[in-house]
């Protein structure tokens, strides 16, 4: 048989594997969660399968007032999962939507003799193969580390052979403490790395001083590098699956007579992993260092209104919430093609789309412009939006540099 370990950071294994491999996902329905927000993150879940490679063949959720301590799920769904896959032996994959313990994963190993993934571990493989820069790639090593050091004991399954005393006293408990020495090390020098990149990008943004900087925001594939391609007529990968964008990008755009700088950042998701966002700090740091910021949302998206809280309160955390934010929903075009129906008038189609823009705009606390980044529709509005936003900051921040180019 194949052997399918996971072996996160393994040298020389970059990602899923090439082929398309065939997944099946497992989410809990908790008492802090109903049945239907669980579809909505298998939902998202099986997008970030898609990206990483795998295909989701089949669903399986479960009602438990708290995850099973040996499974996750109970042991008779597990032998549920079990007899599906040896009906269905192309299937290699099983992925959980909760982070997992190392003896959880050794033990969902051990029963369904396939390769057991859980969020976290999925994100961080879609990660690492986006990651160009020496620092979006040492972000996602430490991520991987940080991920790693509290499962070592768990992925030791060889030492379940030895049954040893009440810790498995012997040379196996020590090569476990020598494993997470080494990966303690490991992360200690990545962190040093990173705090050494971010001294380089801190004296880079100094050199980018007397110019007010505009960040583009927002949860994942919103459409946020399109946006950017679109006002600073560059080039930045832009792509249908989540996260295609890790490193920042920063752009001078000139409006009129009036410049500033255009910063794209890493997407939002719900149940980001803690690891993943501590390491991304730096990289959020353009988003905290910005004097305004543009909140890109994807208006088409049955739980847009959920990804803008997501993105809200990841502001709040970095400390974000005062500064000026203009709401930018974008892909009105899909929004009309997806939600009203064609058998309508045009008037009628035009009165709906007017009373749903209405509606928005009213729960907002920020300004807020509808556009088709794709389409090019609503562009001249939002950079009017955007110049008088930036003119504003100006006379705030660098008050002596307004009246240069106005």
Not at 220 to 246: C, I, P, R
Not at 259 to 269: E, W
Request: with cysteine.
């Amino acid at each position: 048989m194949e052997n399918n370990n996971w072996n996160l950071g393994e040298k020389g294994k970059k990602g899923l594997k090439k082929k398309v491999e065939q997944a099946v996902l497992v989410g809990l329905i908790s008492q802090h969660q109903t049945a239907e927000q669980v579809e909505e993150y298998l939902d998202e879940l099986e997008f970030l399968a898609e990206t990483a490679g795998a295909k989701t063949v089949k669903r399986y959720t479960q009602k438990l007032s708290r995850p099973d301590k040996r499974f996750f799920v109970g042991s008779g769904k597990v032998e549920e999962i079990e007899v599906y896959l040896e009906e269905n032996k192309e299937v290699s994959l099983v992925i959980f939507d909760d982070d997992l313990s190392g003896k959880q994963t050794g033990n969902l190993e051990e029963q369904l003799k396939v390769k057991i993934v859980d969020r976290s571990s999925l994100i961080l493989d879609i990660f690492a193969n986006r990651a160009q820069t020496a620092q979006a790639k040492t972000q996602v090593e430490l991520a991987q580390m940080q991920y790693l050091l509290p499962r070592l004991r768990g992925l030791w399954t060889h030492l379940e052979r030895q049954r040893g005393g009440i810790g498995m006293r012997g040379p196996g408990e020590k090569e476990i403490e020598t494993d997470r020495r080494i990966v303690r090390d490991k992360i200690s020098l990545l962190k040093k790395k990173l705090a050494k990149i971010d001294l380089q990008n801190t004296t880079r943004r100094k050199n980018r001083q007397d110019l007010i900087r505009v960040g583009l925001v927002g949860y994942t594939n919103v459409g946020k590098s399109t946006l950017m391609n679109m006002l600073s007529k560059s080039t930045v990968f832009a792509e249908d699956k989540l996260f295609a964008t890790l490193d920042t990008t920063v752009r001078k755009v000139v409006f009129g007579t009036t410049p500033f700088l255009l910063s794209d950042t890493v997407g939002f998701i719900r149940k980001l992993p803690h690891h993943l966002v501590e390491s991304f700090k730096s990289t959020l740091d353009e988003a905290k260092e910005s004097d305004v910021l543009l909140h890109v949302v994807d208006v088409s998206h049955p739980q847009f209104e959920d990804q803008v809280q997501t993105v809200l309160k990841t502001l709040v955390s970095l400390g974000c919430e005062d500064k000026p934010i203009l709401m930018v929903f974008n892909k009105i075009d899909k929004y009309r093609e997806m939600y009203l129906d064609k058998m309508l008038t045009e008037e009628e189609r035009n009165n709906i789309e007017t009373d749903f823009k209405n509606q928005l705009e009213k729960q907002q606390d920020y300004p807020s412009v509808f556009i088709s980044a794709k389409e090019k529709e609503g562009m001249d509005i939002l950079r009017a939006k955007i110049l008088e936003m930036v003119t504003a900051s100006y006379a705030v921040v660098y008050p002596y540099q307004s009246k240069q180019w106005s």
